[in-house]
């Protein structure tokens, strides 16, 4: 190898140092100790840039991409993200404050990283500025909820606090929907323009104090009726209907 060829080799080979740094991010401890997180895929990094999102790196070439990549298929490009400073704000200075004029979304418990990013998918879709999680639903800064969204991680604000604190310190007659089987049938349901959507953990619902706090419980009806069908269905796919619900009807 001639000394040209040698010496850009080394200055393009990343350092074990940073190697170590990003794959600490794929844990939350990693995550919070540093404010990074990773997003993978030309159109998850353009949409964070567009978005305004601060870039602490960004890897393209392709060697240093196979050693960083959480993917088993790395998409050509992993950028190496700063947190929004609304998640600094929230941390350091105070609780989320639900907006009252807007249709947001909530999530108990949400567990499974596909299904949050999907969740946060489909809020953009709709229009959904904001989602509400529980301390025990995912992190979406993970790199599985990341790529799962697609890059509507940029267009969504995820926040992380009390729920049922939050869901007391709504305006009084402010509505609350939740998904129950002992709701009513979404579709002869008044719904209103603005109001907050509690979606629920993929086996157990909405938890029993969060439910204490829902204002109008909503179900979403089997067809045809009395037929024998799935118990459930996935939480993803239910946020999807009821968003799809309200914005037909306002």
Not at 215 to 228: F, Q
Request: charged fraction near 20%; include cysteine; glycine fraction near 8%.
């Amino acid at each position: 190898m001639a000394f040209v060829d040698t010496f850009l080799y080394f200055c393009n080979v990343i350092s074990k140092n940073r190697i170590k740094l990003i794959k600490s991010l794929a844990t939350k401890k990693g995550r919070l100790k540093t404010g990074l997180f990773v997003a993978e895929g030309p159109k998850v990094v353009d949409d964070l840039q567009a978005a305004g999102f601060t870039a602490d790196e960004i890897i393209d070439d392709d060697a240093d991409v196979r050693q960083v990549s959480f993917l088993q298929h790395p998409q050509g490009v992993v950028g190496i993200f700063r947190f929004p400073n609304y998640v600094a704000e929230e941390d350091t200075e105070c609780a989320p404050v639900v907006d009252s004029s807007k249709l947001s979304l909530a999530l108990d418990g949400v567990q499974d990283p596909g299904n949050v990013g999907t969740i946060i998918r489909i809020a953009d879709w709709f229009g959904i500025e904001d989602i509400y999680c529980s301390h025990t639903t995912a992190d979406c800064w993970s790199p599985k909820v990341i790529q799962a969204t697609m890059g509507s991680i940029a267009r969504v604000r995820v926040h992380y606090t009390d729920l049922p604190e939050l869901l007391r310190a709504l305006p009084k007659g402010f509505p609350v929907y939740g998904t129950s089987l002992g709701g009513n049938d979404i579709y002869s349901t008044d719904l209103a323009a603005a109001g907050l959507i509690v979606m629920g953990n993929e086996g157990n619902g909405i938890s029993a104090e969060v439910m204490g706090l829902v204002s109008k419980p909503l179900l979403i009806p089997n067809y045809p009726k009395g037929r024998a069908t799935a118990d459930s269905l996935n939480v993803a796919i239910a946020t999807a209907i009821v968003c799809a619900e309200f914005r037909r009807r306002n």
